[in-house]
């Protein structure tokens, strides 16, 4: 019934498994999120910009000197402005797509300038946000906005749902967005007395700087804070910073009665692991990777295929011609490596210190990223198609795990080194990893004459054993960069990687099988003798 109901008010999805697979992690990441708020994992911005849950507090003291700190008014445009440039590029793609998708675009559009033109002229900060917050949030606002926008443009020529809002809809937005902006014109001391005269803080005016300064009698803060390891750790900052003005605070008295809970990590990777960062994004994105890379490789081997290679028209997720953005492989491929290997190249420049685990994980995933580039515009030969959605799909997770894995190996600069040192056996892993890997795509590449597109029974190296032994050597390159990072977010992504190449060398075989009448049975899928 309910289901029923829910199918009368909205359009059938969109048959792309981009689209589905951001509906999924759209909602699983804020909810996430607001599970964590309430538990005191705040995200780091505004008021809570210095709240951190850590292990100990000297983690999450050292923690607070090493992330990357931006004001709040420089926080707040990378919020929202990437998501503004958005809407405003989509006028300029999709012209003319109806009144539904007009009244889609402009709400977007008129949201987000109104978000950068409070934060350029209205409001007044105080605080800072913490670099991993600001880009996760803009990162977020902006996947959320362009995926709306190109559901709506997949979703044109389809039968508006029997019950129409859009209307209701546009009422709805205008009366949100007018009075959502009249709020914004009380003070901060008005709010704060509504929710609880006893919460408000001390002003006090800096006319020096010609605006207000919040300061907060650190010794009522404790009590109203209560006992959370989140909030003991911001009352240590708030101690920290008005020791100098506040000599009769006891600071060393709070300090000791702080009890801070360790992060969960299973106790089998304790020993070759790295502390992990106390941040909530770094954990989430952790969890996130891992599973949406092993939803990638289930769908595989379901039939919902990510469409390139010789699955770029096939499966479930196929999409009519009139509704599918295509690109020519090379094109494509060229979209899927070319922002990661960028990435690489500008970890050197953002971070140009950081010892010799730091220096290598850079490399690898430059040289990793320059190996496909080159191999894309140098060595492939390709006969088939791309999808957009897949292009950007895949485009991002390498990008995000690109960038993840340097940031986070940053923060870990300082931390004591894990247990098991793995750095000198992943260094050994990824150069065979990506000297194997470049060595079977050379052997595809060769399998075709100049004009020749047609699939050929691959031969030479491990061919005889596995269909896929190219799969094989990316899962130890991707395996050797974790040990050489040693974090839970390198792991993540090794795992999941492996489990997606996994599920592909799972159908690749089958296609085979399909396609060679005397396809050899003892040939496997990605393990000699073994699957």
Not at 24 to 34: D, F
Not at 427 to 449: D, K, P
Not at 494 to 507: C, K, Q
Request: hydrophobic residues 45%; positive net charge.
């Amino acid at each position: 019934m309910v289901m029923s109901t829910l199918l009368g008010l909205v359009y059938p999805p969109p048959p792309s498994l981009f689209i589905t697979a951001m509906t999924v992690i759209s909602a699983a990441s804020l909810a996430n999120a607001g599970f964590n708020e309430i538990k005191g994992k705040h995200m780091q911005y505004s008021k809570f910009w210095h709240v951190v849950a850590s292990q100990s507090l000297s983690t999450g003291l050292a923690q607070q000197q090493q992330q990357i700190k931006l004001s709040g008014r420089t926080g707040m445009l990378i919020l929202y402005t990437p998501a503004f440039l958005v809407g405003v590029a989509s006028f300029y793609f999709f012209p003319d797509e109806g009144i539904r998708f007009t009244l889609l675009t402009s709400a977007l559009t008129i949201h987000f300038f109104k978000r950068v033109f409070e934060v350029l002229f209205i409001h007044k900060y105080s605080g800072s946000m913490a670099l991993d917050t600001a880009i996760t949030i803009g990162l977020s606002y902006f996947l959320s906005t362009a995926t709306m926008i190109y559901a709506q443009y997949l979703s044109r020529g389809f039968s508006d749902p029997p019950i129409d809002l859009k209307y209701a809809g546009t009422v709805m937005f205008l009366l949100g967005i007018t009075v959502c902006t009249k709020s914004f014109s009380k003070s901060i001391e008005e709010v704060l007395a509504r929710i609880s005269p006893e919460a408000r803080p001390i002003i006090v005016k800096d006319r020096g700087r010609g605006k207000d300064k919040v300061e907060v009698v650190a010794g009522r803060l404790a009590e109203l804070l209560g006992s959370s390891s989140s909030c003991k750790i911001f009352r240590a900052h708030i101690a920290e910073e008005l020791e100098a003005k506040s000599p009769a605070f006891e600071v060393d008295k709070i300090a000791e009665a702080l009890t801070v809970k360790t992060m969960v990590i299973p106790s089998m990777l304790q020993g070759f692991l790295f502390e992990e960062p106390p941040s909530i994004i770094i954990t989430a994105m952790s969890v996130v990777t891992f599973m949406f890379l092993s939803y990638l490789g289930i769908s595989e081997i379901t039939g919902n295929h990510l469409q390139y290679s010789k699955f770029w028209n096939v499966g479930s997720q196929k999409v009519s011609a009139k509704r599918q953005i295509k690109l020519s492989s090379r094109t494509g491929m060229l979209i899927l490596y070319t922002p990661a290997f960028l990435a690489g190249l500008a970890s050197f420049v953002i971070y140009p210190d950081g010892g010799f685990r730091f220096f290598t994980v850079k490399v690898t995933l430059t040289v990793h990223f320059l190996k496909r580039v080159l191999e894309v515009l140098f060595v492939h030969k390709y006969s088939g198609g791309m999808v957009l959605d897949t292009a950007i799909l895949v485009s991002g997770c390498y990008l995000m795990a690109a960038v993840g894995m340097t940031y986070i190996q940053h923060l870990t600069l300082g931390f004591p080194e894990p247990p098991i040192d793995l750095q000198y056996l992943g260094i050994i892993l990824f150069i065979v990893g990506v000297s194997g890997n470049f060595y079977h795509h050379y052997l595809l590449a060769n399998l075709r004459g100049k004009d020749e597109k047609g699939y050929k029974f691959p031969e030479g190296g491990l061919f005889d054993l596995v269909i896929c032994p190219h799969y094989l050597f990316e899962i130890l390159g991707f395996l050797g960069v974790s040990f050489i990072s040693q974090t839970l977010f390198s792991v993540s992504v090794s795992l999941g990687s492996a489990v997606y190449l996994i599920g592909r060398s799972y159908v690749t075989r089958k296609w085979y099988i399909s396609k060679f009448e005397n396809f050899p049975q003892h040939v496997k899928a990605l393990i000699p003798f073994v699957f």
